[in-house]
T-cell receptor
C-alpha cells in the first residue's frame, strides 16, 4: 500500500458526460501528479500540482481540468467524455518537486 | 527528445534466470531514472531508481546499470521468481530549471517467470 488513495475504483459512464476523480496524497506529500494509462499510449503525464498551484502540464486535453485543494487532495475533472477517454487514471504524490513518486491504485474509467 | 525507449516488449525466463530490460533516452537533461513494477489491476510501484552520478545501484535482487555516455540504463532481476511476473516500466525525469519531476515512461515490458 503506497499511502495514496483514489476514488472511485471503477467508473462507467456514457459519452458526453462529466466525471470527477479524486486523489488523496500520502501524508506530508505536497506534490500531486496525474497520469493516464491506456493500451495504445502507455503511461502519460497529464498535470501536476504542488501545494495548491499548478506546476506542469503534459498532454492534457482541454476537456480535462484539475485542482488541488488546501487539504492537498486533488480532483481530476473529465468532461464531454469520448470513447477514447476510457483508460486507467493514476494519481501519484511526492514530498517535494522531483522527489520519489508513489502511485495510487488508480481509477478505471469506461466510457460507453 | 522527450521519449524513453524500452525493450523488449515482453520477456519469458525460467525461475532463477536473470531477465534484463533495457531503456534508452535522448534528452541529456534527464537526471532521475526510476523503475516501476506493475501487477494487473494495481498501480505502478517504485522498485529502484538511479541518478547519473553512479553507474550501478543494487537493492535486493534488483540492479540498475547506467551508461551515461550511451544514454542507456537497464534493470537486472537476479534469481527471478514466479512472483516477479509483472509489467516493468522505466522512466525518466529532469530537474532544473522547472524541477517538476514529471515522469516520462517507457512503453513497458511484460515479464513472465516460469516455475
Amino acid at each position: 500500500d503506497s499511502g495514496v488513495t483514489q476514488t472511485p475504483k471503477h467508473l462507467i459512464t456514457a459519452t458526453g458526460q462529466r466525471v470527477t476523480l479524486r486523489c488523496s496524497p500520502r501524508s506530508g506529500d505536497l506534490s500531486v501528479y496525474w497520469y493516464q494509462q491506456s493500451l495504445d499510449q502507455g503511461l502519460q503525464f497529464l498535470i501536476q500540482y504542488y501545494n495548491g498551484e499548478e506546476r506542469a502540464k503534459g498532454n492534457i486535453l482541454e476537456r480535462f481540468s484539475a485542482q488541488q485543494f488546501p487539504d492537498l487532495h486533488s480532483e481530476l475533472n473529465l468532461s464531454s467524455l469520448e470513447l477514447g477517454d476510457s483508460a486507467l487514471y493514476f494519481c501519484a504524490s511526492s514530498v517535494v518537486l522531483g522527489g520519489e513518486q508513489f502511485f495510487g491504485p488508480g481509477t478505471r474509467l469506461t466510457v460507453l | 527528445q522527450q521519449q524513453v525507449k524500452q525493450s523488449p516488449q515482453s520477456l519469458i525466463v525460467q525461475k532463477g534466470g536473470i531477465p534484463i530490460i533495457n531503456c534508452a533516452y535522448e534528452n541529456t537533461a534527464f537526471d532521475y531514472f526510476p523503475w516501476y513494477q506493475q501487477f494487473p489491476g494495481k498501480g505502478p510501484a517504485l522498485l529502484i531508481a538511479i541518478r547519473p552520478d553512479v553507474s550501478e545501484k543494487k537493492e535486493g535482487r534488483f540492479t540498475i546499470s547506467f551508461n551515461k555516455s550511451a544514454k542507456q540504463f537497464s534493470l537486472h532481476i537476479m534469481d527471478s521468481q514466479p512472483g516477479d511476473s509483472a509489467t516493468y516500466f522505466c522512466a525518466a525525469s529532469m530537474g532544473t530549471p522547472s524541477n517538476t519531476g514529471k515522469l516520462i515512461f517507457g512503453q513497458g515490458t511484460t515479464l513472465q517467470v516460469k516455475p
